[in-house]
Nanobody, 121 residues
Framework: QVQLVESGGGLVQAGGSLRLSCAASGRTLSSYVVGWFRQAPGKEREFVAA???????YYAASLKGRFTTSTDNAKNTVYLQMNSLKPEDTGVYYC???????????????WGQGTQVTVSS
């Protein structure tokens, strides 16, 4: 079983950047596909990006070009770099781990607690 902890959220002005971290313990993330999801108030949790240790990266079409995933093997951590942030990017961001890639939250077995991202206009 793997435990996930997100960090790096905060308040940023529109046009700014943030880098979220998803640190794993218990098992190495190389055993999983790591997904990023976000949830705005009153909305469903939506897919943001995913990364597999075969170096395949997947992005929501609307976010591709602004968001990028990367990893640090030594730290067992996956990152989500978010650039050119917009107020509509506001929400709680979660990382999740699953055995296979999925663009749906049901496809992931392990979840972090989430980190709040707020983008002001």
């Amino acid at each position: 079983q793997v435990q996930l902890v997100e960090s790096g959220g905060g308040l940023v002005q529109a046009g700014g950047s943030l880098r979220l971290s998803c640190a794993a313990s218990g098992r190495t993330l190389s055993s999983y596909v790591v997904g990023w999801f976000r949830q705005a108030p009153g909305k469903e949790r939506e897919f943001v990006a995913a990364w597999s240790w075969s170096n395949d990266a997947y992005y929501a079409a609307s976010l591709k070009g602004r968001f990028t995933t990367s990893t640090d093997n030594a730290k067992n951590t996956v990152y989500l770099q978010m650039n050119s942030l917009k107020p509509e990017d506001t929400g709680v961001y979660y990382c999740a781990a699953g055995e296979n890639y999925s663009g749906r939250y049901e496809g992931y077995d392990y979840w972090g607690q989430g980190t709040q991202v707020t983008v002001s206009s």
